[in-house]
């Protein structure tokens, strides 16, 4: 991710978070808008390609159980399709 998309100060940070159901909890997700942005660049087509790189981003900026990763990148892909319908 390019230097211009980190936060700049912890408030900044703050500001950056949205909130997903994982496993039937609301989650705080820092920078997903961000990370979402940075996968659809490369046109990724398929569904396990575009989790990969979205869980990767996104583990960038929290930290993610790997025992739930799996429904971490479900959650995660079914934001990136949200964001693709409103494009």
Do not use: W
């Amino acid at each position: 991710m390019g230097s211009d998309n980190k936060p700049c100060c912890a408030a900044d940070a703050l500001c950056r978070i949205r909130q997903v159901t994982i496993n039937g909890l609301s989650t705080g997700i820092t920078m997903l808008d961000e990370c979402i942005a940075e996968v659809k660049k490369p046109e990724l087509k398929s569904e396990p390609d575009i989790q990969t790189a979205l869980l990767k981003r996104v583990k960038v900026y929290n930290y993610i159980p790997r025992n739930v990763e799996h429904e971490y990148a479900r959650a995660l892909f079914e934001e990136y399709k949200k964001s693709c319908l409103k494009t």
